[in-house]
Each structure stands twice: as structure tokens, then as C-alpha cells.
């Protein structure tokens, strides 16, 4: 095991990827407005170059923040001068990072000769997940196929996988890894797939819903970034489209939506992770989903899956007035999360954007909401806020991860199709 750990430090330094050796993960608690709001001025200081991966919001939600070694000195100062609370949630982020590449080198070891094959108890690469998707399709070919809604920044194909019993149906959209370092998204929307695939036929309940209504697939909605994760930084966040005039790459596709599109809650700064780009549904890969959605036109539940902080949530993000169907989505929300916890007693909190972690404003569910599509839900899955990993959620959760969330995502579809409109 310590060979694998040393060669995977060793690749890692041959192929030039981004090293967080000695990189600190902080969690605060704020104690009140005024340290929150002196950790908002923190994240104004790009010379310390710090990652924010829950922004400081209100004194009711933790903040973490991976914090290089060469800030460590002064943002402890800084925290403890201002009589914060922190503690050091990850000692040293790059032996996390070489822990997850030992176990896919492992696992590579092994090549899948079919969909019964892939080893979904671990994290893969963008060919590997194409490369599944490519042997689902071929192992299903009268329940199963690819379309391609369009293409990322750096011409790869934005690939959709089509379950579908019959012609003209409505629809049920959910999709993976629009944040590209959020791995353990990608890899449930692999088991999602195969337990689509495998269970039609032989699950009642998923029968019926796919013999009424297709499901569209999108494993992998950034895969310019997710790809970027592999080869280059495994922390990065957003596209990998260049922004003119700026130093900086990317823009977080989750407010890049018509949705009070550059309001509260992203930035314009492209330098920011929460960077909305230039303009609404300037990104080809969010462009592409909204061409598919008003072409559909059928589409009657929107799911889009995160991690991480283990909620579900509804519209609005942008704004504190609730939807009009606010009272269902959150009876159903309350429904969803009983299933989930059923299985592993994973607990979940649920609600609104806003009311739940924060206001944010170009996000997808706010969209498709207002495009009439009413069961509109983003999970943020595993770990829990109070947990010790962060994005980088141990592989061995992957499995329980997906099999709680697919009996949440069953309820919705369920409701969906008990529930015209």
C-alpha cells in the first residue's frame, strides 16, 4: 500500500498537477453578524488565495476553508486575533488526494468488459464513465441510448442518456457533477444508470414510472472541468472556458441560468469560484441544457445533484418570496428524505435555497421552475457539514451514497407521475 501511495505522489509530480501539500481545511464558527462579516472581508484577500467551500453566510452554518500553507500563519492570526473558532477539519489536503488516487489506480488495474463489471464502489475518469455509458447502451439497446445535447468549451460531447419505453412521453431530468470537483456526484450518477437499466421489468414501481414518462441522464454536465480535476487540480470548480481580460478560467455553471441571473449570491468577478460569466446561458454547456428543456417542452421533474452538506432543496435561491407550490415541493421534500433515511438513517435537512444555506442567483432549479416544470430539486449529497471530508468523500461511501439517494429520487419520480399537471 505505501508503494502505491509513494507512486501516486510520484505521477502526480511528473504530470504537473496541483499539489496541496501542507494545504489546511478550517472549519469556523462564527459566534455572530460581526464575524461573519469579518469573514466575508477574508475572502476578499486573493493574495491568500483561499477556497471557500461553504461560504461564511449566517452564524447558524459552519465555514470551511482550504487555506494553503503559506496563509496558514496568517489567517490562524487573523481568526484567533478576532477571537474566532476554528478547528482544523483536514491536517494536510494532499494525503487525502493521494489516498483517492492509490484506490483508483487499484481499481484500474481491472478493466470492465461490461456494465456487471465496472466497479462502482470507486471514483473514475471521464473516458471511463464515456466508456460505460457507451457499454450501457449497447447492453440496452431497446431501453437505453446516447444523445448528444451539444458541446463543452473544449469540444468534448455533453452526453445524455435516454431511458425510454415508448414514443412522446413527458420526461424527468436529473443530472451530475455540474461542479466538477464534486466526485462523489458523477459516481452515483453511474449506479443511477445501472439501476435504471437493470431494474425496468423487474421493479414495479420503476416500471410504472418508465412506462409513462422517460428519464434523461447527465452524468457528467462539466466535463471540461471534471477532466481537469484528473490532470490538473482536483479542487477546480467551474468550466474551463477562458475569460477575456481576466487571468482567471471558468465559470460556476450553477449561476450562469436566467434566473435573476448576476443578482445576490454570484459574482462577478472572475477570479470568484461563484463567477455567473459573462451572461445568461453564455455557457455552452448550460445553453445546451436549456435548448434540450424548452425543445422537450414535456420535461415534469428537474433533478440536479451536488455535494456536499446532505440537503434537499427547492426553489427559490434568489429571491425570499416562496414558490407558488411551496407548500407540495416541501411535503414532498419531507417524503423524499424518509426514504433516504430508511436505509442508512443518513439525516438530511430540507427546504428552500434561501432558507436552507444562502441566497444564490442564476442557479438551474430557480430556471426550470419558472419554465413551469414544478418538481424542481437539487440534492447536495454526502458528508454531512459536520463531517471531516469535504469534496473528498472516501469511496467506500459511494454505494451507500447512491442507493439512499436513488430511494429519494424514487419518491419524486413516483409524485411526478401521480401527479400530472
Not at 431501453?143 to 445524455?160: F, H, M
Not at 477562458?242 to 441560468?257: A, E, I, K, M, Y
Not at 427546504?351 to 414544478?374: M, N, P, R
Given at each position: 500500500?505505501r508503494?502505491l501511495?509513494?507512486?501516486?505522489?510520484?505521477?502526480?509530480?511528473?504530470?504537473?498537477?496541483k499539489t496541496f501539500e501542507?494545504?489546511?481545511?478550517l472549519?469556523i464558527?462564527?459566534?455572530n453578524?460581526?464575524?461573519i462579516?469579518?469573514?466575508?472581508?477574508?475572502t476578499?484577500?486573493e493574495?491568500?488565495e483561499?477556497?471557500?467551500?461553504?461560504?461564511?453566510?449566517h452564524?447558524?452554518?459552519?465555514?470551511?476553508?482550504?487555506v494553503?500553507?503559506?496563509?496558514?500563519?496568517?489567517?490562524?492570526?487573523?481568526?484567533k486575533?478576532?477571537k474566532?473558532?476554528?478547528?482544523i477539519m483536514?491536517?494536510?489536503?494532499q494525503?487525502?488526494v493521494?489516498?483517492?488516487?492509490q484506490?483508483m489506480?487499484?481499481?484500474?488495474?481491472?478493466q470492465?468488459?461490461?456494465?456487471?463489471?465496472?466497479?462502482?464502489?470507486?471514483?473514475?475518469t471521464?473516458d471511463e464513465?464515456?466508456s460505460?455509458?457507451?457499454?450501457?447502451?449497447?447492453?440496452?439497446p431497446?431501453l437505453v441510448?446516447k444523445?448528444v445535447?451539444?458541446?463543452?468549451?473544449?469540444?468534448?460531447p455533453?452526453n445524455?442518456?435516454?431511458?425510454?419505453?415508448g414514443?412522446?412521453?413527458?420526461?424527468?431530468?436529473?443530472?451530475?457533477g455540474i461542479?466538477?470537483?464534486?466526485?462523489?456526484?458523477?459516481?452515483?450518477?453511474?449506479?443511477?444508470?445501472?439501476?435504471?437499466?437493470t431494474?425496468?421489468?423487474?421493479d414495479p414501481?420503476?416500471?410504472?414510472?418508465?412506462n409513462?414518462?422517460?428519464?434523461?441522464?447527465?452524468?457528467?454536465?462539466?466535463?471540461?472541468g471534471?477532466?481537469?480535476?484528473?490532470?490538473?487540480?482536483?479542487?477546480?470548480?467551474?468550466?474551463?472556458?477562458?475569460?477575456?481580460?481576466?487571468?482567471c478560467?471558468?465559470?460556476?455553471?450553477?449561476?450562469?441560468?436566467?434566473?435573476?441571473?448576476?443578482g445576490p449570491?454570484?459574482?462577478?468577478?472572475p477570479?470568484?469560484?461563484?463567477?455567473?460569466g459573462?451572461?445568461a446561458h453564455?455557457?455552452?454547456e448550460?445553453?445546451?441544457?436549456?435548448?434540450f428543456v424548452?425543445?422537450h417542452g414535456k420535461?415534469?421533474?428537474?433533478?440536479?445533484?451536488?455535494?456536499?452538506?446532505?440537503f434537499?432543496?427547492?426553489?427559490?435561491?434568489y429571491?425570499?418570496?416562496?414558490?407558488?407550490?411551496?407548500?407540495?415541493?416541501?411535503?414532498?421534500?419531507?417524503?423524499a428524505i424518509?426514504?433516504l433515511?430508511?436505509?442508512?438513517?443518513?439525516?438530511y435537512?430540507?427546504g428552500?435555497?434561501?432558507?436552507?444555506?444562502?441566497?444564490a442567483?442564476?442557479?438551474?432549479?430557480?430556471?426550470?421552475?419558472d419554465?413551469?416544470?414544478?418538481y424542481?430539486?437539487?440534492f447536495?449529497?454526502?458528508?454531512?457539514?459536520?463531517?471531516?471530508?469535504?469534496?473528498l468523500l472516501?469511496a467506500?461511501?459511494i454505494i451507500?451514497?447512491a442507493?439512499e439517494?436513488w430511494?429519494a429520487?424514487m419518491?419524486?419520480?413516483?409524485?411526478t407521475?401521480?401527479?400530472p399537471?
Amino acid at each position: 500500500m505505501r508503494k502505491l501511495l509513494v507512486l501516486a505522489c510520484l505521477i502526480s509530480a511528473v504530470l504537473g498537477r496541483k499539489t496541496f501539500e501542507g494545504h489546511q481545511v478550517l472549519r469556523i464558527t462564527a459566534a455572530n453578524d460581526v464575524q461573519i462579516s469579518l469573514l466575508k472581508n477574508l475572502t476578499d484577500h486573493e493574495h491568500l488565495e483561499l477556497d471557500f467551500w461553504r461560504e461564511p453566510v449566517h452564524e447558524s452554518l459552519p465555514v470551511d476553508v482550504r487555506v494553503p500553507s503559506t496563509s496558514l500563519h496568517r489567517v490562524k492570526s487573523f481568526l484567533k486575533n478576532n477571537k474566532i473558532h476554528y478547528k482544523i477539519m483536514i491536517q494536510d489536503l494532499q494525503v487525502l488526494v493521494d489516498k483517492e488516487q492509490q484506490e483508483m489506480m487499484r481499481s484500474r488495474a481491472h478493466q470492465p468488459n461490461s456494465t456487471d463489471d465496472f466497479d462502482y464502489a470507486n471514483y473514475h475518469t471521464l473516458d471511463e464513465i464515456y466508456s460505460f455509458i457507451d457499454m450501457l447502451v449497447k447492453e440496452n439497446p431497446q431501453l437505453v441510448s446516447k444523445i448528444v445535447i451539444g458541446q463543452s468549451y473544449e469540444r468534448r460531447p455533453l452526453n445524455v442518456l435516454k431511458f425510454s419505453t415508448g414514443s412522446n412521453r413527458p420526461g424527468i431530468w436529473i443530472d451530475t457533477g455540474i461542479h466538477s470537483r464534486e466526485w462523489v456526484t458523477q459516481a452515483c450518477g453511474t449506479r443511477f444508470a445501472k439501476m435504471i437499466a437493470t431494474s425496468y421489468n423487474r421493479d414495479p414501481a420503476l416500471t410504472a414510472i418508465l412506462n409513462k414518462f422517460d428519464i434523461f441522464l447527465e452524468i457528467v454536465t462539466n466535463p471540461d472541468g471534471f477532466q481537469f480535476t484528473h490532470t490538473s487540480d482536483r479542487m477546480w470548480r467551474k468550466t474551463r472556458k477562458p475569460n477575456p481580460g481576466s487571468p482567471c478560467d471558468g465559470v460556476d455553471l450553477n449561476r450562469n441560468w436566467d434566473s435573476n441571473f448576476g443578482g445576490p449570491g454570484s459574482s462577478n468577478n472572475p477570479c470568484d469560484e461563484d463567477y455567473h460569466g459573462p451572461s445568461a446561458h453564455s455557457e455552452s454547456e448550460v445553453k445546451a441544457i436549456v435548448d434540450f428543456v424548452k425543445s422537450h417542452g414535456k420535461l415534469k421533474a428537474f433533478v440536479s445533484i451536488h455535494s456536499y452538506s446532505q440537503f434537499l432543496l427547492y426553489p427559490y435561491g434568489y429571491t425570499r418570496t416562496p414558490c407558488k407550490d411551496q407548500a407540495e415541493l416541501h411535503k414532498l421534500a419531507g417524503q423524499a428524505i424518509a426514504a433516504l433515511k430508511s436505509l442508512n438513517g443518513t439525516r438530511y435537512t430540507y427546504g428552500s435555497i434561501i432558507e436552507v444555506i444562502y441566497q444564490a442567483s442564476g442557479g438551474s432549479i430557480d430556471w426550470t421552475y419558472d419554465q413551469g416544470i414544478k418538481y424542481s430539486y437539487t440534492f447536495e449529497l454526502r458528508p454531512l457539514q459536520s463531517s471531516l471530508y469535504g469534496f473528498l468523500l472516501p469511496a467506500d461511501q459511494i454505494i451507500p451514497t447512491a442507493e439512499e439517494t436513488w430511494l429519494a429520487l424514487m419518491v419524486i419520480m413516483e409524485h411526478t407521475k401521480n401527479n400530472p399537471y
